[in-house]
């Protein structure tokens, strides 16, 4: 595979990465709770080495051979051991050592003048240290989703050997640089305290001879946390509850109701005093 294949993987993985900081990142907690404390852990997994090796041609064209077939074996076992803090519910500090295997590689060539045949072998092997910023989106209680972005000092050591035609090498080479490293996971919490992870990650890698490159590691592996834990209630004998004395209601106020008043006197005017019809005249004799 040539170099120009890498640019759109990496872009993706790239791209795919900070959207997952972008999306933890717009439901930031600031508030500390229960989930803050340090943890550790370690994860062990595959690795694909990703490099060109028109470097190893260009050598062995000015050494007056003719590059023929070539073989590589890029898979390899890797594994790290890390430690962290948990800042909050979506954001942790994680720094740790890798080791992401070797990597193997063989050039058949010919010499140009009798054509006589030869190999070149080499192998590379990569070790390092990494921290990395950890993005984490919580699903549901238990589980969660991770993106991470990180820098990894890395020491590529490599080791040649040669048979036939080709000169022999005997060289070992190594080199440390420092590269972007990222990665996308996704986290299962078994226990309070117990955790298990599933990671894809890439580390970006200069092979001493080969150059600019990039391995991938995907990887299984458990994350054991420190921090304060929720506590399980024990359970108690039942105890009744205390009577409570309630007061009996007071008696209601009593209510003065006023006798009605007695009815008014009615006057009744007394009869008329009787008076005997009065005597009529005595007239005179004539």
Known sequence: MTASKFPSARRGLGL??????????????????????????????????????????????????????????NSGTGYKLFGGYQLNRNFAVEGGYFDLGKSSYTVNANRVTDNAAGTFNGETRVRGLNLDLVGMLPV????????????A????????????????????PRRNDTNLKVGLGMQYAITEALAVRAELERYRINDPVRN???????SLGLVYRFGPKAQTPVA????????VYVAPPAPPAPVYVAPPAPPA??????????????????????
Do not use: C
């Not at 997994?45 to 064209?61: C, E, K, M, P, Y």
């Not at 549901?140 to 820098?151: I, L, M, N, Q």
């Not at 000092?153 to 070992?172: D, K, L």
């Open 16 to 73: 795919i990465a900070l959207a997952v900081l972008g999306t933890v990142s717009s439901s930031w907690v600031v508030a500390q709770d229960e989930t803050t404390g340090p943890y550790i852990g370690g994860n062990v997994g595959r690795t694909r080495a990703n490099f060109n090796n028109d470097s190893i041609n260009q050598t062995l064209v000015g050494q007056g051979l003719r590059v023929g077939s070539a073989t590589e074996d």
């Open 140 to 151: 549901s209680d238990r589980f969660s989703v991770f993106g991470r972005v990180g820098a």
């Open 153 to 172: 000092y890395a020491q590529s050591r490599a080791s040649f050997n040669s048979t036939g035609a080709v000169p022999v090498n005997t060289s070992n």
């Open 212 to 218: 600019r490159g990039h391995i991938d590691m995907a």
């Open 236 to 243: 108690q004998a039942y105890v009744p509850p205390a009577p």
């Open 265 to 286: 006197p009615v006057y009744v005017a007394p009869p008329p005093a009787y008076e005997p019809p009065a005597r009529p005249a005595k007239q005179g004799r004539n």
